[in-house]
T-cell receptor, first 115, second 110 residues
């Protein structure tokens, strides 16, 4: 199957700093990637759809100025959590569609802890 | 009503048991359906796609009933390694809308 990587796998930062998370499709091109957030014991919540070469589409309730998404190439999307606060601490997961019939392939996730 | 609903669980079953999970979705225009499994503190991994004709992969069988807007997953001869949360996923055309169900937790007990 297709492989999606994420970096970093975990990060601890101080409140007020910005954190950038990278999502890469390693062996295929992904025109669309997705960013999710998952709080403990809850299901994944779609934050935004990242489209190569255009603006991301954000889900209702997700602040686009706080969660900056850049999809500059067919293999890389980045999510930047700006001015992170403790309530932003969560598990952030990206995914990419390899072939529609095969569903989404997920990166290993990034665990963000904001102190 | 939530767009995708699943059995609340948790399911605690002995090894070797057969267990079935149910999922319903509200949008009749949904196009693609999948079952994922997620282990604790890990990313979801695709288990199988779900087709109207049914889909079987070893001990796992998935069914889709479009008329009832219902998806099922059957696991036969449960193994300890099947313990995980099972997520029902529904998408629109061209992945313009991707909805995850809340998940159903399964624990297979020795």
């Amino acid at each position: 199957g297709a492989v999606v990587s994420q970096h970093p796998s975990w990060v601890i930062c101080k409140s007020g700093t910005s954190v950038k998370i990278e999502c890469r499709s390693l062996d295929f091109q992904a025109t669309t990637m997705f960013w999710y957030r998952q709080f403990p014991k809850q299901s994944l919540m779609l934050m935004a759809t990242s489209n190569e070469g255009s603006k991301a589409t954000y889900e209702q309730g997700v602040e686009k100025d706080k969660f900056l998404i850049n999809h500059a190439s067919l293999t890389l999307s980045t999510l930047t959590v700006t001015s992170a606060h403790p309530e932003d601490s969560s598990f952030y997961i990206c995914s990419a569609v390899y072939q529609q019939a095969e569903g989404q392939f997920f990166g290993p996730g990034t665990r963000l802890t904001v102190l | 009503r939530k767009e995708v609903e699943q059995d609340p669980g948790p399911f605690n079953v002995p090894e070797g048991a057969t267990v079935a999970f149910n999922c319903t979705y509200s949008n009749s225009a949904s196009q693609s359906f999948f079952w994922y499994r997620q282990d604790c503190r890990k990313e979801p991994k695709l288990l199988m796609s779900v087709y109207s004709s049914g889909n079987e992969d070893g001990r796992f069988t998935a069914q889709l009933n479009r008329a009832s807007q219902y998806i099922s997953l059957l696991i036969r001869d449960s193994k300890l390694s099947d313990s995980a949360t099972y997520l029902c996923v529904v998408t629109g055309t061209s992945y313009d809308k991707v909805i995850f169900g809340p998940g159903t937790s399964l624990s297979v007990i020795p």
